[in-house]
């Protein structure tokens, strides 16, 4: 749905050809995972993905 009312220029920047599209992010902002079409309706591989993200440890943050 989030997809469906981004705009075709989001759509294009993040490489979305299909719907649906899942695309997961690690703590650095990377992309970590991304799934298009029925690969992305796959709870199993969805949670999987994100449970392998939360593992990556977020870089270090400057502090002020």
Same mark, same amino acid.
């Given at each position: @749905?989030?997809? @469906?009312?981004?705009?075709?220029?989001?759509?294009?920047?993040?490489?979305i050809q299909a719907v649906p599209t %899942?695309? %997961? @992010? =690690? /703590? /650095?902002?990377? %992309?970590?995972?991304?799934? *298009?079409?029925?690969? /992305? @309706? =796959?709870p199993d591989a969805v949670a999987a /993905? %994100? *449970?392998e993200a939360l593992r990556t440890p977020? +870089? +270090?943050? =400057?502090? +002020?």
């Open positions: @749905l989030e997809a @469906l009312t981004m705009g075709e220029s989001a759509m294009h920047a993040w490489g %899942v695309i %997961v @992010l =690690d /703590a /650095a902002g990377r %992309v970590a995972w991304r799934a *298009q079409g029925a690969a /992305a @309706l =796959d /993905a %994100v *449970q977020a +870089p +270090p943050r =400057d502090e +002020p």
